[in-house]
């Protein structure tokens, strides 16, 4: 996804610190932004989303926030444990006449015990 | 069980040989999607379709086809036209197209022999 920035593409933490991961996007009228884990082999899963109509989200250690002036979102993962380990996918609708989502390139989030 | 299924887990493709990834859903969801995923890489879009009866391509179409002849069922082939077919094969589903939640199946490994 050209239009829908990721960053970092790796990150490395030690157990029980914070992790965060930032994504960009073009479209002011973007109005749904998602985040997803992806574990080694598998299928995405959804862990948080957000609408536009909302600055935050949490839930337990996850929590996502929206800064709709400067155009990102961010994943916050607190307290972070060796099973968050895995690669993490933001996404946006983008208002290019595509009726799909279009995911960032993807951060390798590695916890190190 | 809800969810979405593809099959098989790994398929063998011989030079020349069109295969078919199946993907199927029992989420009564309108719009299906069907993504390539590179080693170290996002996720690019071949083709989704948000009806029966009813695709569009993606960013990656060329050598791949679909067919949505059922809501539950969107099988994705890969043509001989395809000249590196080798990835990791995910479909996914939403209630609706764009500014919707995805859900993604356990995903298709293919391999050229």
């Known amino acids: 996804g050209e239009n829908v920035e990721q960053h970092p593409s790796t990150l490395s933490v030690q157990e029980g610190d914070s992790a965060v991961i930032k994504c960009t996007y073009s479209?002011?009228?973007?109005?749904?932004f998602p985040w997803y884990k992806q574990e080694l082999g598998k299928g995405p899963q959804l862990i948080i989303d957000?609408?536009?109509?909302?600055g935050e989200k949490k839930d337990q250690r996850i929590a996502v926030t929206l800064n709709k002036t400067a155009k990102h979102f961010s994943l916050h993962i607190t307290e972070t444990q060796p099973e968050d380990s895995a690669v993490y996918f933001c996404a946006d609708p983008m208002d290019t006449g595509r009726r799909a989502l279009t995911f960032g390139s993807g951060t390798r989030l590695q916890v190190q015990p | 069980d809800g969810g979405i299924t593809q099959s098989p887990k790994y398929l063998f493709r011989k030079e020349g040989q069109n295969v078919t990834l199946s993907c199927e859903q029992n989420?009564?969801?309108?719009?299906m999607y069907w993504y390539r995923q590179d080693p170290g890489q996002g996720l690019r879009l071949i083709y989704y379709?948000?009806?029966?009866?009813?695709?569009q391509k993606g960013d990656i179409a060329e050598g791949y086809s679909v067919s949505r002849e059922k809501k539950e069922s969107f099988p994705l082939t890969v043509t001989s036209a395809q000249k590196n077919p080798t990835a990791f094969y995910l479909c996914a589903s939403s209630v609706l197209a764009r500014s919707e939640t995805q859900y993604f199946g356990p995903g298709t490994r293919l391999l050229v022999l």
């Open positions: 957000i609408r536009s109509n909302v």
């Open positions: 379709s948000q009806i029966v009866n009813d695709f």
């Open positions: 479209d002011s009228a973007s109005n749904y």
């Open positions: 989420l009564n969801h309108d719009a």
